[in-house]
């Protein structure tokens, strides 16, 4: 029998049912119609005497359908069917496989056996979505497991490999073959009595209070202290309890869950990282690059070819003498060691992956490479001379990236007489380690570059967003804007200690003083300088970093900067810098007022939001959440508040646009009302349903 989501199939006393549902197997209405009706029917039918669950393609499930949430549920509901299968009188044993997750974890826990097949990433990634595992997961995982395991796997997501689940007991047995032999040879087994079957629910537990006590405190002092793990324990805990007192008590967490604000907010984060896929150039085929060379080998430099090697993709690095080179080699090398420090690959793996890295100081040396990027000091004048000479050497085709994090693409692209193979490639330092990659289309750039550019972005693990030519592109262009702001602040009289903590309370991991003491003030400083001839005499400037960097205090590789570095755990205001601020203040004849923190994020977060809604009036970014992924996999933004532009919506057009006028009142050049805010608040739209025109 073939169901549209379902394979079913009897082999004698066997059924097997086989999920069908592309690409995951999401468990949608259709899955649980399917799987309810088939579990109905089978335990029904005296000739079927085990049923076998497995799934077609990638994975048993990766879980409930993520598409249907925030949407009036349709029924059967998924705890509904797992209880079904529970209670058949006929064992129904699962095999997982894949990543089988949230949802599709909680269906293999209903099963009365569980077989998993090598390479099988099991997990419970719901608090990642702002919710608890909903299905039974919180009541039938401490059964299986031991307490402080359930509890790791459920509060943090993390994906159990499949030897790990074995050994755990969350898994009986590894199996071997497709899903599908897998299957029938676990039906098998419950059979001939060699895989024994008992329903999870009916396993009693006594849980350590101590150890559950201990894990909420935990995750309370966390900051933010977000609700979902925290509710995953306490349901947890109610695992002592007869199942079918549990399950409610679950269910009814999981529902307080799904209207949180947290909820729409890392659901939102998890759609951005998908949709900024989608582009104009997505129907362009890809260039192939099997080489790549990279000039430049500081931090940045060393990044990309580190991310490249780890992609398998060949580097050859340029420097200027041998000496640089080798010290390039070095740092390329330290970054694979600090990945095999992190457990990420074993020595083989480094030392298979360090093969790929040739290092010369000759650009001639890129002749015959597929990708260039160059990565050297941000100075249009020597990028392009460095393009110009490119266009000698480089062979047809080639593509010639730049990772400029502000500069004019279409100049450079101008130095060379192929400026349609030119594009932006911005990487985020650490450029191994950061997942953003904003990839800057120029006038000319043709659409298999850009293509090429995502294609890249996805075999380094990266989250490409494709960005507009403008000054700081989509993320330091917002950033530049909003970050002035902050020193208005602390011109005005509120402390820089009050402004990070006020930040850091709302959710950033760092706040604004302590990220550019952690960058190095150096950078903001040069940036300033480069602009000062452009500055419009009406705009409003603080000098007070400006001071800071005279005194060549830039921050922790100094030793000091808005605080001091003597103890690198803690973080001490610094005294110097703290007179400096009451300097500037009197010289700019501030009369210091205070600001509540509830202000400071006001403030912040509205100067951050207007340019961002400038960057998407301007098709700088293509749409709202363009925007928000940039933030969230570059700039640490919270994650659970979605974005900048999400997190926009939650306040209202309107109400942006009355703090806007009010503060306006005080400085008219920086504090103006976006177009796009206009329209939305006269339209009555949200930047979310500007995502789906
Ligand atoms: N529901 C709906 N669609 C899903 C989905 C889900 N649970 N999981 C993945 N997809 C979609 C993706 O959106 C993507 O769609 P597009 O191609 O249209 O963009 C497609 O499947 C392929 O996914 P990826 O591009 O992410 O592929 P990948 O190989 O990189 O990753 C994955 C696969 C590990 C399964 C990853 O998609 C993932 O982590 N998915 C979410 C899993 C999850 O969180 N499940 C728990 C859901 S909550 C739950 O189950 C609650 C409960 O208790 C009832």
Request: with cysteine; proline share 6%; net charge negative.
């Amino acid at each position: 029998m073939t169901d549209d989501v379902l394979n079913i199939t009897q082999e004698g006393p066997v059924a097997l049912i086989g999920l069908n549902n592309p690409p995951v197997n999401a468990l949608g209405a259709a899955l649980r119609q399917g799987l309810s009706d088939a579990i109905r029917d089978l335990d029904a039918d005296p000739s079927v005497k085990v049923i076998a669950l497995y799934g077609e393609g990638r994975a048993l499930s990766a879980g409930a359908d993520i598409r249907e949430f925030g949407k009036p549920p349709v029924p059967p509901r998924l705890p509904d069917v797992l209880d079904q299968i529970e209670g058949s009188d006929t064992p129904v044993v699962a095999v997982m496989h894949g990543t089988t997750l949230g949802g599709g974890l909680e269906l293999a826990l209903a099963a009365h056996a569980r077989v998993v097949l090598p390479g099988a990433r099991l997990g419970l990634p719901e608090v990642t979505l702002g919710l608890l595992p909903g299905a039974g997961g919180t009541q039938r995982l401490p059964r299986l497991v031991p307490l402080e395991k359930a509890i790791e796997i459920i509060s943090t997501g993390r994906q159990v490999p499949a030897d790990e689940a074995l050994e755990l007991g969350l898994a009986d047995d590894m199996g071997q073959g497709t899903p599908q032999e897998a299957a029938r040879a676990a039906a098998q087994a419950v059979l001939d009595g060699s895989l024994p079957t008992r329903p999870t629910g009916g396993i009693s537990v006594t849980l350590d209070r101590d150890v559950l006590d201990q894990a909420i405190s935990r995750l309370q002092n966390r900051r933010p202290a977000l609700q979902a793990p925290i509710k995953a324990v306490e349901a947890i805990a109610l695992a002592e309890k007869p199942i079918s007192e549990g399950l409610p008590g679950e269910r009814a967490a999981f529902m307080d869950l799904m209207d949180s604000p947290d909820r729409q907010g890392l659901i939102h984060a998890f759609t951005a990282e998908r949709a900024v896929r989608h582009i104009p150039e997505s129907d362009a085929t890809p260039r192939r690059i099997d080489s790549a060379g990279v000039i430049g080998g500081g931090t940045m430099g060393v990044g990309i070819a580190t991310a490249l090697i780890t992609a398998g993709i060949p580097v050859t690095l340029i420097e200027m003498s041998a000496e640089q080179a080798d010290k390039a080699r070095v740092g390329v090398m330290k970054n694979l060691d600090g990945a095999v420090k992190r457990g990420k690959m074993d020595a083989a793996k480094r030392d298979d992956l360090a093969r790929g890295l040739t290092v010369a100081t000759d650009l001639a040396s890129l002749s015959d490479v597929d990708l260039v990027i160059e990565a050297v000091f941000e100075d249009l004048e020597v990028k392009t001379q460095i393009f110009g000479k490119l266009d000698g050497i480089c062979k047809s085709g080639a593509i010639l990236a730049t990772n400029t994090s502000y500069l004019d693409v279409n100049r450079i692209a101008a130095a060379t007489s192929r400026p349609q193979d030119v594009i932006g490639l911005h990487f985020f330092s650490p450029a191994h380690v950061m997942r953003l990659l904003e990839v800057v289309v120029a006038d000319q750039t043709a659409a298999d570059v850009v293509a090429t550019a995502f294609d890249l972005a996805g075999r380094m693990k990266k989250v490409a967003v494709r960005s507009g030519v403008c000054d700081g592109f989509i993320g330091n262009r917002i950033l530049a804007h909003y970050r002035k702001v902050a020193d208005y602040m602390l011109e005005d009289g509120v402390s820089y200690q009050q402004i990070d903590r006020a930040l850091e309370d709302f959710g950033f991991a760092m706040g604004p003083f302590a990220v550019g003491d952690l960058a190095g003030l150096d950078i903001g400083w040069a940036t300033r300088k480069r602009k000062a001839p452009t500055r419009p005499a009406t705009e409003r400037y603080v000098e007070i970093a400006d001071r800071i960097c005279e005194r060549g205090w830039f921050g922790r590789k100094t030793g000091q900067g808005y605080y001091l570095y003597d103890d690198p755990k803690a973080r001490t205001p610094n005294p110097g810098a703290q007179q400096i601020v009451e300097a500037e203040r009197q010289r700019a004849g501030v009369t210091p007022r205070d600001f509540s923190d509830e202000e400071i994020v006001a403030r912040y977060m509205t100067a951050m939001i207007s340019e961002a809604a400038r960057v998407v009036e301007e098709g700088i970014a293509l749409r709202p959440i363009d925007v928000d992924a940039v933030f969230l996999f570059g700039y640490g933004f919270p994650r659970h508040l979605g974005g900048p532009l999400n997190y926009a919506d939650r306040i209202g057009a309107r109400d942006l646009i009355r703090r806007i006028e009010n503060y306006s009142t005080e400085d008219p050049h920086y504090w103006q009302v976006p177009t796009l805010l206009r329209e939305l608040a006269e339209s009555g739209r949200s930047f979310a349903d500007l995502n789906k025109e």
